[in-house]
């Protein structure tokens, strides 16, 4: 089974604090991996995407590393702000036998930046 | 920007009740997602939609879930009878193709009491 586990479920960090979010994933043939963020009671906003052949993306603040062999992904964020305050989740795209894809999602991790 | 809309945000039901959710995707996006998220965990996919076929309804509990895009645009959700463990926020999502970046919309949250 394709399971995507993301550590730790929860951190609280003060504010201008660099951090780094890990998601590990079972099968490693995976299409692309895909960063969210969720805040309280909303949908999902996308954040970054790697491609499995790639080995990072950035975005202002954000830099997600992939390293497909060993089935691990981090999201660094830099310079942390109270505005990063949300759950973080990260989903592996796999190519099912049907020709379509399917998007697993880990559990996530809540961050708390304090001022 | 576009975005997906979703309705109603909020809903509470008692159980054995039937509940509908609707979604409208972004234009011209022929994918579309039904995904459930149960609180403290990550969205888990019901149903997936290419134009107005299914591709993936795996995970739907059909004897009481039944999912539709008549016409390969907007799309409902049916839950009949709702039961207590049902309780969980209902997203929808859209992409262009179902290779690309999927964007969700706000969610409905449902509670079953």
């Known amino acids: 089974k394709q399971e995507v586990t993301q550590i730790p479920a929860a951190l609280s960090v003060p504010e201008g604090e660099n951090l780094v979010l890990n998601c590990s994933f079972t099968?490693?043939?995976?299409?692309?991996l895909q960063w969210f963020r969720q805040d309280p009671g909303k949908g999902l906003t996308s954040l970054l995407l790697?491609?499995?052949?790639?080995r990072e993306q950035t975005s202002g603040r954000l830099n997600a590393s992939l390293d497909k062999s060993s089935g691990r992904s981090t999201l660094y964020i830099a310079a942390s702000q109270p505005g990063d305050s949300a759950t973080y989740l990260c989903?592996?795209?796999?190519?099912?036998?049907?020709?379509?894809?399917?998007?697993?999602f880990g559990t996530g991790t809540r961050l708390l930046v304090s001022p | 920007e576009a975005e997906v809309a979703q309705s109603p945000r909020y809903k509470i039901t008692e159980k054995s009740q039937a509940v509908a959710f609707w979604c409208d995707p972004i234009?011209?996006?022929?994918?579309l997602y039904w995904y459930r998220q149960i609180l403290g965990q990550g969205p888990e996919l019901l149903v997936q939609?290419?134009?107005?076929?299914?591709?993936?309804d795996s995970q739907l509990p059909k004897d009481r879930f039944s999912a539709e895009r008549l016409k390969g645009v907007d799309s409902t959700l049916k839950i009949q009878p709702a039961e207590l463990g049902d309780s969980a926020m209902y997203l929808c999502?859209?992409?262009?193709?179902?290779?690309?970046?999927?964007?969700f919309g706000p969610g409905t949250r449902l509670l079953v009491l």
């Open positions: 790697i491609q499995s052949s790639q």
């Open positions: 234009s011209g996006h022929a994918t």
């Open positions: 939609f290419q134009d107005e076929s299914v591709v993936d």
């Open positions: 989903a592996v795209r796999y190519l099912r036998n049907t020709g379509f894809q399917k998007l697993v």
């Open positions: 099968d490693s043939a995976i299409y692309n």
């Open positions: 999502a859209s992409s262009f193709t179902e290779r690309e970046t999927q964007y």
